[in-house]
């Protein structure tokens, strides 16, 4: 069975730092993987998804970045993190294929992220 | 452009009655949707799901839903609350758009469940 692992669970960071969070998925192969970041009381956004090693899309403009660096290891980082980048992030993963973007999403169990 | 509406953003009810959680899309093709379940600081879970087959499509812990085109609702019906089920509930919309398909995603509505 697949397992879609995040961590830290929690991080509190300083205005201006870097920050890193990974997530790495177990049992399947050429995952889609996505980012998702969930404001207080908000629904979710999508910030960047994935199709393969080394493809990234954007879908807001933003202070984050993603990178792929292996087939079932996503990153979410930043240089310098701002107030309103604090959020509850969650990645998630859908069975490969660009054409299977819009398919069946499984959530990890979350990062919260509190920027001080 | 697809859109998701939950309706409601708050929903009370007590241990053992009914549950109603209602939904209404927006899709220019025929779309999939899903219902998610996320408990306090934790990832969202996925109830149930339609991809064009059955119109009433049960999912986990006694969910179900129904799909009616005409009316554009994809509501979430449980017929007996279980204190468990306090959660915040999202309702999403999968359909082609620009060029590849995409999810949408309600704002959520709050299930709190009164003993």
């Known amino acids: 069975s697949q397992t879609i692992h995040q961590w830290p669970a929690t991080l509190v960071q300083p205005v201006g730092s870097p920050l890193s969070l990974e997530c790495t998925v177990e049992?399947?192969?050429?995952?889609?993987l996505y980012w998702y970041r969930q404001a207080a009381g908000r629904g979710l956004q999508l910030l960047f998804y994935?199709?393969?090693?080394?493809?990234i899309s954007s879908e807001v403009p933003q202070n984050l970045s993603a990178s792929r660096p292996q087939d079932r290891q996503f990153i979410l980082s930043s240089k310098k993190l701002l107030l309103s980048d604090s959020g509850f992030y969650l990645c998630?993963?859908?069975?490969?294929?660009?054409?299977?973007?819009?398919?069946?999403?499984?959530f990890g169990p979350g990062t919260r992220l509190t920027v001080l | 452009a697809q859109s998701v509406t939950q309706l409601d953003s708050h929903v009370s009810v007590s241990e053992g009655t009914p549950v109603l959680l209602r939904c209404n899309y927006s899709?220019?093709?025929?779309?999939?949707l899903f219902w998610y379940v996320q408990h306090p600081n934790k990832g969202l879970q996925l109830l149930l799901k339609?991809?064009?087959?059955?119109?009433l499509v049960k999912g986990i812990n006694g969910f179900e839903a129904e799909f009616k085109k005409s009316e554009t609702s994809f509501h979430l019906t449980k017929p007996s609350a279980h204190m468990s089920d306090a959660a915040e509930y999202f309702c999403?919309?999968?359909?082609?758009?620009?060029?590849?398909?995409?999810?949408?995603f309600g704002s959520g509505t709050r299930l709190q469940v009164q003993p």
């Open positions: 998630a993963w859908s069975k490969g294929l660009a054409s299977t973007l819009g398919d069946t999403q499984y």
């Open positions: 049992g399947t192969s050429n995952p889609n």
């Open positions: 994935s199709v393969g090693i080394g493809q």
């Open positions: 899709s220019s093709y025929s779309p999939s």
């Open positions: 339609y991809t064009s087959a059955a119109t």
């Open positions: 999403v919309v999968s359909a082609w758009e620009t060029g590849r398909r995409a999810l949408t």
